[in-house]
């Protein structure tokens, strides 16, 4: 094979690694390190299982990530950059990991360091810090979710406790988790926030079976009967619908980070997959179809980088709108589920084999698409910061 130039074989084409600190770089390098030795060689089979790999959470508490952002707690208190760095290693690994993961440092811990008391704070952040004690985060439900706003799961004060009813659904987590974020209405119509702790009687999360996306990791339908907590427990900081959107839109950007890193995995299998692979008498990738592929694969990708890193700073200086926040999720979703459907053509039918890993990346992206808002919801989001007119139906 002759080459007009040496090939370029790592994805930072724009040299963005130079953007980044010592402590990034670190932080990025040691959860790759993880995920190349300790996830990659044995996730294939619990995804087909459909099985959590929960020999995997120890490892992950060494390695001090979780919490990300937050300081203090026993958390690392890493930039916007480096936790986002964080998110697309992980899903570059594997998507369930990579849910299992956001939910609990993302989500759950995230809820409680901003909208919890200080004695709820000292009390689950350094344990789940560790991952001695695993959080879930349930808002959607049955009957809504991209209107999650009119949620029907309803809370009553009852003397010194709240009691909650009603029902959740895709809810990560739940099924192990020894606190889950409960999102309810009260009396008055706005919606709370309650920490229901492991055990917590009429409380039932049901592992929801059958899925063709991010199989390795539970989500639950969670049925509320009659569930009791105590007045303690309830979020302070949690008073209406809007500190919940706080909430999902200062997470919203790890989704980004998230797509990009199966954007990542995807493309670089099928580089490797196609230097190596002989058809006509030559390698696929001297092809010229093959070439403008992986260019406009490459493009994409970069172009995704930029956003990340971007949008991390605008969050990092407190700068970052829910349209930004939107925009990143939307293009990079829609990027990332193009650029696996592209690497698993160049592999032909072996793309659809898990040994050759695109196929899981394919099939994980499809729920990426779709969670933290689907790609008509970011556009609408965008759209009314745009024009300044909302296209939600009594928003």
Same mark, same amino acid.
């Given at each position: 094979m002759t080459l007009d130039a040496a090939p370029t074989s790592g994805t930072d084409f724009y040299l963005l690694d130079e953007w980044l600190t010592p402590e990034e770089r670190a932080i990025r390098d040691r959860v790759r390190a993880f995920c190349n030795r300790e996830m990659v060689p044995i996730i294939n089979d619990y995804w087909d299982r459909a099985e959590f790999p929960f020999e995997l959470i120890p490892k992950l508490a060494a390695l001090g990530i979780a919490g990300g952002t937050i300081k203090g707690y026993g958390c690392p208190g890493m930039s916007?950059?480096?936790?986002?760095?964080?998110?697309?290693?992980?899903?570059?690994? $594997?998507?369930?990991? !990579?849910?299992?993961? =956001?939910?609990?440092?993302?989500?759950?811990?995230?809820?409680?360091?901003? +909208?919890?008391?200080?004695?709820?704070?000292?009390?689950?952040?350094?344990?789940?810090?560790?991952?001695?004690?695993?959080?879930?985060?349930?808002?959607?439900?049955?009957?809504?979710?991209?209107?999650?706003? +009119?949620?029907?799961?309803?809370?009553?004060?009852?003397? $010194? !406790?709240?009691?909650?009813? =009603?029902?959740?659904?895709?809810?990560?987590? *739940? #099924? +192990? *988790?020894?606190?889950?974020?409960? %999102?309810?209405?009260?009396? $008055?119509?706005?919606?709370?926030?309650?920490?229901?702790?492991?055990?917590?009687?009429?409380?039932?999360?049901?592992?929801?079976?059958?899925?063709?996306?991010?199989?390795?990791? %539970?989500?639950?339908?969670? #049925? +509320?009967?009659g569930v009791r907590v105590p007045a303690g427990n309830r979020l302070p900081g949690a008073n209406s619908f809007e500190d919940t959107a706080r909430i999902l839109t200062a997470t919203r950007y790890s989704v980004a980070w998230g797509a990009l890193g199966h954007a990542l995995a995807a493309y670089e299998a099928a580089r490797s997959y196609v230097l190596e692979r002989v058809q006509f008498g030559k390698p696929l990738a001297a092809f010229q179809l093959v070439q403008d592929k992986l260019a406009r694969m490459l493009a994409a990708i970069t172009a995704m980088q930029l956003l990340c890193l971007r949008l991390s700073q605008l969050l990092e200086a407190g700068k970052m709108t829910p349209g930004m926040a939107s925009l990143a999720k939307m293009n990079n979703a829609a990027k990332a589920r193009q650029i696996v459907a592209d690497a698993r053509d160049l592999l032909g039918g072996n793309g659809i084999l898990l040994e050759n890993h695109i196929a899981r990346h394919q099939a994980d992206m499809e729920a990426v698409f779709t969670y933290e808002g689907t790609d008509h919801i970011q556009a609408l989001i965008l759209g009314r910061e745009i024009t300044g007119l909302s296209a939600f139906s009594g928003r």
């Amino acid at each position: 094979m002759t080459l007009d130039a040496a090939p370029t074989s790592g994805t930072d084409f724009y040299l963005l690694d130079e953007w980044l600190t010592p402590e990034e770089r670190a932080i990025r390098d040691r959860v790759r390190a993880f995920c190349n030795r300790e996830m990659v060689p044995i996730i294939n089979d619990y995804w087909d299982r459909a099985e959590f790999p929960f020999e995997l959470i120890p490892k992950l508490a060494a390695l001090g990530i979780a919490g990300g952002t937050i300081k203090g707690y026993g958390c690392p208190g890493m930039s916007t950059i480096a936790a986002g760095l964080v998110g697309m290693e992980l899903a570059r690994g $594997d998507g369930s990991v !990579s849910t299992f993961f =956001g939910v609990h440092s993302g989500l759950a811990m995230q809820t409680i360091a901003l +909208l919890g008391s200080e004695a709820q704070r000292r009390h689950w952040l350094p344990p789940m810090a560790r991952l001695e004690r695993i959080g879930a985060f349930a808002l959607t439900e049955p009957n809504h979710g991209s209107d999650a706003v +009119l949620l029907e799961t309803r809370v009553r004060r009852d003397g $010194d !406790s709240y009691v909650l009813d =009603g029902e959740k659904r895709w809810i990560g987590n *739940a #099924s +192990l *988790a020894d606190v889950t974020i409960v %999102w309810a209405r009260g009396d $008055d119509g706005q919606v709370n926030g309650f920490l229901v702790e492991k055990g917590t009687p009429g409380f039932e999360a049901q592992v929801i079976t059958g899925k063709t996306s991010k199989r390795a990791v %539970w989500q639950t339908h969670i #049925s +509320l009967r009659g569930v009791r907590v105590p007045a303690g427990n309830r979020l302070p900081g949690a008073n209406s619908f809007e500190d919940t959107a706080r909430i999902l839109t200062a997470t919203r950007y790890s989704v980004a980070w998230g797509a990009l890193g199966h954007a990542l995995a995807a493309y670089e299998a099928a580089r490797s997959y196609v230097l190596e692979r002989v058809q006509f008498g030559k390698p696929l990738a001297a092809f010229q179809l093959v070439q403008d592929k992986l260019a406009r694969m490459l493009a994409a990708i970069t172009a995704m980088q930029l956003l990340c890193l971007r949008l991390s700073q605008l969050l990092e200086a407190g700068k970052m709108t829910p349209g930004m926040a939107s925009l990143a999720k939307m293009n990079n979703a829609a990027k990332a589920r193009q650029i696996v459907a592209d690497a698993r053509d160049l592999l032909g039918g072996n793309g659809i084999l898990l040994e050759n890993h695109i196929a899981r990346h394919q099939a994980d992206m499809e729920a990426v698409f779709t969670y933290e808002g689907t790609d008509h919801i970011q556009a609408l989001i965008l759209g009314r910061e745009i024009t300044g007119l909302s296209a939600f139906s009594g928003r």
